[in-house]
Every structure is written in C-alpha cells, then in structure tokens.
C-alpha cells in the first residue's frame, strides 16, 4: 500500500522522519520500460559502500541532528528546498550523501570520492546507483537511512530473549541493527543492537526508486517505492514474537523482509516484480541480512511451504480496468491486476495453506462496502465472505472509510497528480469514479486483517472465531496488541470461569445527571496500550472494579446481583460481550480460571 494511505504512522516507530517515507508492493513488469535501473549485486563494492556509510555516520539521528525542525517537516510535506539551503554549504559526508541521493542535487565527483572513499564515483557507477557525466554525479536510485524501534524478540514460548544486546539471542534472531554512529553494517550479525526499555533500535539504509517530487517527473509503471505511513503501519502492526520461519508477500523494496529477519531463523521474500525482487536482494545485501528472495504471484513462489508468520502490504488499490487501459494510472507497486477488492480474497483465501498450525498471517487491506450498506456498522459483510469456510481464527479492524471521490482523490495524487494537467487529471477522475459507481459502491473500507490457523495440540477441530472491530480510536495497534487481541480470541475457559485482573493503567470517569444517585455515563479509560475509552454499563463498570485475579466473573457477577436485586443471568448477559472487548484490548487480563 502506497504512502498515502490514510492510516497514522505507528506508536512504536521512529520512522515518521522526513529521511525514511514512502511504502508498497508490486506486480510483473510490462517490459515497456526496460529502460528503468536495476542495481548491480555486486557483493564486494556493496560491502566496501555499506563501510563507506557507516563512516560516514549516516543515520537518521545524526541527520536529524544537523536539519532543523523547519527541514524536516518540508521534508514531510514533501518540499525538499528548506533541506537543500540547509545542506548546500555543508561539507561532511552525511550532508552530501543525503543532497545526492534523498533531495536529488547534482553533485560533483571529486566531493563524492571523498565522502566515499572505499567505494567511490566510480563504485556507485558500477552498482548502478548514479550516473557520471563531466565530473557530475546524478542519482539513479534513492537511498536513505532509516530507524525504527521495535519490541526485543521473544521466544516461542513467549519468554523474553534472556540477552538482546548481542551473544547468543543477537545471531538467533538473524542479526540486528547497529548502533547509529557504529562503524559496523546495520543488520550485520557482528552489529551491536541499541537497547532501551521500549525495545531495540533498528538501523538500516534502503534503496528504492526516486520520487517525482525528486524528479519532478511522473512515476514509471515498474517504480518501487521506499518506506511511508503504510510500510510503518504494517511494521508496528507485526508480531515480533521469534520464529522459526516468515514470508513477505509483495516484498516491494524489501523493508518488511529486513524487519522479519530481526526475529525469524529463515526469511522468504516475494514479488512478481523483477525490478523490486533485484532492489530487495541488493537492500538485504548492504544490511548483511540474508532473505531468499524469489519473483512470481503471490503465494506461487512457495507452493507446498508453511511458514509462522506471513505479512503482506500487497497491491491492493482497486484499479478499473478503463484506467489500467490508458496506461497512465497503472503503477505496479498498488495495482495487482485483479479486479475489485479480490487480491485481498486471494490472499486471504490462500494464506492457511501456507501457515504452520499456529501460525499468523498479518496484513494491510481495503474492501468495497455496497451502496446503502451502513459503512461503519454492515462494512464486515465483504470480510466474512472470504473467511466463511476458513479453518481460521480471525481480527479485522477497519481503521478508515473513504467514499469513492475521495478514494479516487487520493490515490490520483499519489500516482504524481500534481504533474498531471487538468484535462487529463479530470478524466482519470471521471473513468474512476464512473467505475466505483457501475459496481455499486458506495465506500472502501481500509484497516488490516490478521488471521490465526489453529494450533494442531486442539483435540477437535475448533469453531472459528471471527471478530470485527471498528475504528479503535486512542492509538495505533503495536504487535502486541495484535497478539493479545488474536489470543482473546480463544479463552481457557467460558467468560464466567474466568479470573480476569484489571491493568493498573485503567482509569474510570463518571458523570451523573444532578439530583440522581446512579451515574448517567460510565467510561473506562486506557493509559497505555491502545488508549482507548470505552464506555460501560454499571454491572461491567462493577466487574472492572473488583478484577483483582482472585475472583471469577460468575462471582463477581452473582455479588453485584445480589447488591442490586437483579438476576445474574441477566447480568452475565449484559457483560459478555463488552468485557470480551475490554480483554481484547488489553484492560482486562486472563490470569486464571475456576
């Protein structure tokens, strides 16, 4: 999923700098452009220029460091020209590195030996990554560091790794990233990890393709994207819980796959695009992280493999056929020639096959909601579809509803609208939305979607359990919100055998009409997690305030119903459904059963 996807960059992230943006996946090239790059796997000189780097200290905090707060959020907005005035006079290796490659400045090739030593004009020319023309360096490619702080890994039993500062837990969880001014590679197995409460400080440099507001040109059709808001969303989404294998579907420039081999033993990578297959080999070899990266469609790459843990931000963007037609709307990274929202159905249909029992699939996606379907409230009927006869436990959260106009908006801007003259921008517009309304739609739903294969220890078959939650509201899910909502979804025991704990960051508010004894509204309150805010009946209001561990729901519940005269019966209806909300987003806590 493109850059602009409208969803928040993650919690836990670093990311949201204005030097790591953009995200996608992609579909086969249609050999009309063989003229776009393709860097050169030379293992050698991509060595020599991940040294070079390092040397050079460019990371995204040292950059950071040295572009003012101005720079930076241009940078967001996607103005280069604040950054080039501040980097012009600047002489040291990260400010020429981040002119050349990031904003897209000329730069001369002397200045670039020097700030690359090891490697050198000549070496970049070599890797294919710039072009050389009477002394003057241009960029082919954009490359850029990027960070991102994620959980330390856990084991499979869900242990915490006992060291993740290096050792032993550092080589089994594939290596990860150096300190930001370490001269060692980001990803190298050698590479320090930086620690701090929240987790482990990534490090990595990422090649993709210049942006049009670099090359003030539009996007080629074969065009990989680096990292944005949608890559980010996905990678704060994913569980990083170790295991032994991943698969990344619609791999793009890899950076999914980069992250996954920080906590899994073998790491696959897929794309039906050569061109983001060839970027993804050569970004896992200047990180020194080792993927098996292989083109083809989809789930064909591995056919007859498992894996524990799939993701997947895929080329979802639904593309009408009027638009693939005129060629200028078809980007490969967000169209995967399919019509409607059915690579999503692909996808999903697809995925248990290729999951170990237990194992998870997690993934970005949108669904076509029909005209005079309520999209907040009858949006999941599309969803239940595809996992009707699913062997799956399923979470699917709609974060986002968008009507076609402002779908069709969104995605003409990303594709370089604003290089687009009126003419031609109103008809892209006109053949969309012509489309959306000959289909009968009347939204797109946007969230994510995480599946569960059972585990094989169940003695039966269990029934699938599908839940479907609407905008979450507070923040944005971390992986171990996902884990925690994906196991709520299978309890030790009935609701009311339950002994459930109260997290200590759960604060209540109650406001009361004046002159009356009840309180009119009841609403508990998340400090962490999710921070989310969910409004309450008195009898869960009361189940909340005695979950101390030590008693279990029935019991609260038959003390409340003798306190208030009611039967707990009723009661437990009443709670049911709400308190298995509060256990999914982390307010309650299954600490035992009866």
Not at 146 to 155: F, G, K
Not at 187 to 215: F, K, N, Q
Not at 372 to 382: E, H, I, K, L
Not at 396 to 421: H, K, T
């Amino acid at each position: 999923m493109p850059e602009s996807e409208s969803a928040p960059h993650c919690v836990p992230l670093v990311p949201e700098s204005p030097l790591a943006t953009a995200a996608g996946g992609a579909r086969e090239p249609s050999g009309e452009h063989g003229s776009s790059p393709v860097p050169v796997l030379d293992p050698a000189t991509i060595a020599a220029l991940a040294e070079d780097l390092a040397q050079a200290r460019w990371s995204v905090e040292h950059m950071d460091g040295i572009l003012s707060t101005r720079a930076r959020d241009a940078l967001m907005r996607d103005q280069r020209v604040p950054a080039l005035v501040e980097l012009r006079e600047l002489s040291e290796p990260a400010a020429l590195l981040t002119r050349l490659f990031v904003l897209g400045s000329s730069e001369g090739a002397d200045e670039v030996d020097a700030a690359l030593p090891l490697t050198g004009t000549a070496g970049l020319a070599g890797l294919g990554l710039v072009r050389v023309e009477e002394g003057v360096v241009v960029a082919a490619f954009d490359l850029r560091p990027h960070a991102a702080l994620l959980p330390a890994p856990t084991t499979g039993s869900g242990a915490a790794q006992p060291d993740t500062a290096g050792g032993a837990a550092t080589a089994a969880t594939g290596g990860n990233a150096a300190t930001a001014d370490s001269s060692e590679s980001p990803g190298s197995a050698e590479a320090p990890d930086t620690t701090d409460p929240e987790g482990v400080l990534h490090t990595w440099w990422v090649l993709s393709d210049l942006g049009e507001v670099t090359t003030g040109q539009p996007l080629r059709p074969d065009h990989v994207l680096g990292i944005g808001g949608a890559t980010t969303s996905l990678l704060g989404l994913t569980i990083r819980d170790h295991v032994p294998s991943a698969l990344d579907i619609g791999t793009g420039c890899g950076i999914q796959a980069l992250y996954l081999a920080t906590h899994a033993d073998r790491v696959v990578a897929t794309d039906l695009s050569e061109r983001a297959c060839a970027i993804t080999r050569f970004n896992a070899a200047l990180n020194g992280v080792d993927i098996d990266v292989r083109r083809g469609s989809l789930f064909e790459p591995v056919r007859g493999e498992s894996f524990d843990l799939i993701v997947s931000n895929p080329p979802f963007v639904i593309t009408p056929d009027s638009v693939r037609a005129s060629g200028s709307g078809l980007l490969e990274y967000r169209d995967g020639g399919m019509e409607r929202d059915n690579l999503i159905a692909e996808v999903i249909s697809r995925a248990p096959s290729h999951l170990t029992p237990g194992g998870t699939l997690q993934m970005l996606a949108n669904w076509e909601i029909p005209v005079g379907t309520d999209p907040d409230t009858g949006w999941s009927a599309r969803v239940e579809e595809w996992l009707a006869d699913l062997d799956v436990d399923a979470w699917v959260v709609q974060r986002d509803v968008l009507d076609p106009a402002r779908y069709v908006e969104m995605w003409l801007r990303d594709s370089g609208g604003g290089l687009m003259d009126r003419e031609e921008w109103e008809t892209e517009y006109s053949a969309w939305l012509e489309d959306f309304d000959r289909a009968g739609v009347g939204a797109i739903g946007m969230g994510f979607v995480a599946l569960r294969r059972p585990p094989s220890s169940l003695p039966v078959p269990p029934t699938p359990v599908h839940v479907f939650d609407e905008e979450l509201g507070g923040q944005t899910p971390r992986g171990v919100d996902v884990a925690r909502a994906l196991g709520s979804l299978r309890l030790p025991a009935p609701l009311p055998d339950l002994r459930l704990r109260r997290a200590p960051d759960v604060t209540e508010e109650r406001h009361y009409v004046p002159g009356e004894p009840q309180p009119h509204v009841i609403i508990e309150h998340q400090g962490a997690g999710l921070g989310r805010s969910v409004a309450v009946g008195s009898a869960l209001a009361a189940l909340v305030g005695a979950a101390d561990g030590e008693l279990t729901v029935s019991q609260i519940i038959t003390a409340v119903a003798v306190l208030t005269d009611q039967e707990a019966s009723d009661l437990l209806g009443q709670v049911e459904e709400p308190a298995l909300e509060l256990i999914r987003c982390g307010m309650l806590e299954v600490v035992g059963t009866l």
